[in-house]
């Protein structure tokens, strides 16, 4: 089993750590032949008791989907899994991505919310974005900001502020936006080695450890090319290049 590269750990203390997730790996219920990030933390980070014996192997607190990249917390403690699925779910966390967009057939307003009732579809595993309430579907909500784009795709960054099953994903594609290779969510092709162009760039998290004081990290795409290259400079082309 291979090791996470000490240059992917973002930030690390006896409660939690972070790291900058790769594109395929799992965050929980790897299936044969994913990395098993858990796994692998566990056996670089260890593990700790809790209780009879019981070893707490480190858990995810927000859940980034397989194909997606980015900043993933993980609870090292029981009371630190505690503190911080509370404080994620009380809204105390902030949350920031980076998604590269087919572009659309119709222009989208520079910055926006968008407000929908997410349900899930279990047997293809998929969320879908409604605009009415109903029992079993939960709100979800999210801002975005147009940073700049190209010929063939919008640069989007996004504050998740709920965290639903698929969410980006579902909201997006409701409005005919679709994340470059998601094709689960109506994206033309899929992506070169697999994953889709969705990237968890930043994390504000109360830190267990240290009275709650938050704690700040981010991170560029774990395997950058021209295209993340042109998302960080708002769509301007490397020099030379046309």
């Known amino acids: 089993m291979d090791a996470v590269d000490k240059s992917r750990i973002l930030y690390v203390s006896d409660q939690c750590l972070v790291v900058n997730k790769i594109a395929g790996e799992a965050v929980e219920g790897a299936k044969e032949g994913m990395a098993d990030l858990p796994a692998l933390l566990a056996e670089q980070y260890g593990t700790v008791k809790k209780g009879r014996g019981k070893a707490f192997q480190p858990t995810a607190v927000h859940r980034l989907d397989v194909p997606v990249s980015g900043c993933t917390l993980f609870a090292r403690t029981p009371k630190a899994l505690s503190l911080l699925t509370g404080a994620f779910a009380e809204e105390r966390a902030e949350k920031y991505y980076w998604a590269i967009i087919e572009n659309p057939r119709e222009d989208i307003p520079e910055t926006g919310e968008l407000i929908h009732w997410i349900g899930i579809d279990r ?13 079993g579907r939960k709100e ?103």
């Open 123 to 135: 047997k293809q595993n998929k969320s879908i974005a409604y605009n009415e309430k109903k029992q």
């Open 140 to 242: 979800g909500i999210l801002r975005y900001r147009i940073k700049g784009g190209g010929k063939n795709y919008l640069f989007m960054e996004i504050e998740l502020v709920t965290g639903r099953h698929h969410q980006i994903r579902a909201q997006l594609a409701a409005l005919g936006l679709y994340i470059k290779g998601d094709l689960k969510y109506g994206a033309r092709r899929s992506e070169k080695g697999g994953g889709i162009r969705l990237h968890a760039r930043s994390l504000y998290f109360p830190e267990p450890a240290n009275n709650g004081d938050i704690v700040h990290v981010s991170a560029l795409p774990p395997k950058r090319d021209k295209l993340w290259r042109d998302f960080e400079r708002g769509g301007l082309p490397e020099e030379g290049e046309a």
